[in-house]
C-alpha cells in the first residue's frame, strides 16, 4: 500500500519568488491537511482539504494557498516568499480528517523548503 | 483555542531506564494521537487512543489516556538507544493540534 507521497523532497528559492508543493494521498483518503514545521513555532497546522473544499485553515496570511483535486491530490503555493518560510512542510491524510479521523494520520516525508 | 502541552521539552535518559512524558491539552477532545519523529524525517504513528482510559502499549512504549484530566501519558520502560527522537502528541479539534513535542536522547 503506498505512503503519502510529497514533492519534491528539497527546494531552494529566493525570495519573492512562489513555490508550489505537491501531496499525494493514501489511495482512498479524501483529507488531505498541511502543517509547517519549524524548529521555532513547532508544528503548525495550515489548512485541510475534503472532497476538493477547505474545511478549515490555520493562522497564516493568504500568502499560503492550497488546493486540492477530483482525486484527492493537493497543492500548497506560497507567494512572495519570505525567509521565515523555510521550514518543513508536512501533509497528512485520513480518510475522513477533523475529529471523525479515529483511523489516524498518515503523514508524507515532507518538503524542505529553503528560502534565501 | 486547543492549546497542548508537552513536558519535559528535553529529556536525556540511561538505558534501562523508565521515564514518563505527559501531554495535557485544554478542552475535551476524546482522540489523542502519539508520533515520533526522527531528525529530518516525517511523523510516525504510534499510537491512536480514542476513549477515556485507553492503553495501548508497542514493544518499550506505553501510552494512556484520561480524558476527564485531559491528559495522556507516554511511558517509556527499559529505554534503549533506537529510541531516541522526538515525540509529539496531538489532539483533534477543528484541526489536528500538536503538543510542543519531547526531544528525548537515551544515552549509553
Known amino acids: 500500500k503506498a505512503g503519502v507521497t510529497q514533492t519534491p523532497r528539497y527546494l531552494i528559492k529566493t525570495r519573492g519568488q512562489q513555490v508550489t508543493l505537491s501531496c499525494s494521498p493514501i489511495?482512498?483518503?479524501?483529507?488531505v491537511s498541511w502543517y509547517q514545521q519549524t524548529p521555532g513555532q513547532g508544528l503548525q497546522f495550515l489548512f485541510e482539504?475534503?472532497?476538493?473544499?477547505?474545511?478549515n485553515k490555520g493562522n497564516f496570511p493568504g500568502r499560503f494557498s492550497g488546493r486540492q483535486f477530483s482525486n484527492s491530490r493537493s497543492e500548497m503555493n506560497v507567494s512572495t516568499l519570505e525567509l521565515g518560510d523555510s521550514a518543513l512542510y508536512l501533509c497528512?491524510?485520513?480518510?475522513?480528517?477533523?475529529?471523525?479521523?479515529?483511523?489516524?494520520?498518515?503523514f508524507g516525508s515532507g518538503t524542505r523548503l529553503t528560502v534565501v | 483555542e486547543l492549546k497542548v502541552e508537552q513536558n519535559p521539552l528535553f529529556l536525556s535518559m540511561q538505558e534501562g531506564k523508565n521515564y514518563t512524558i505527559y501531554c495535557n491539552y485544554s478542552?475535551?477532545?476524546?482522540?489523542l494521537y502519539w508520533y515520533r519523529q526522527d531528525p529530518g524525517k516525517s511523523l510516525e504513528s504510534l499510537f491512536v487512543?480514542?476513549?477515556?482510559?485507553a492503553v495501548k502499549q508497542e514493544g518499550r512504549l506505553m501510552a494512556s489516556l484520561d480524558t476527564k484530566a485531559r491528559l495522556s501519558t507516554l511511558h517509556i520502560t527499559a529505554a534503549v538507544h533506537d529510541l531516541s527522537a522526538t515525540y509529539f502528541c496531538?489532539?483533534?479539534?477543528?484541526?489536528?493540534?500538536f503538543g510542543t513535542g519531547t526531544s528525548l536522547t537515551v544515552i549509553p
Open positions: 482539504y475534503f472532497s476538493e473544499t477547505q474545511r
Open positions: 497528512a491524510s485520513s480518510i475522513s480528517g477533523g475529529k471523525a479521523g479515529g483511523y489516524g494520520y498518515t
Open positions: 487512543l480514542l476513549s477515556n482510559g
Open positions: 489511495s482512498g483518503h479524501r483529507s
Open positions: 496531538a489532539v483533534t479539534g477543528n484541526q489536528f493540534y
Open positions: 478542552t475535551t477532545s476524546d482522540r
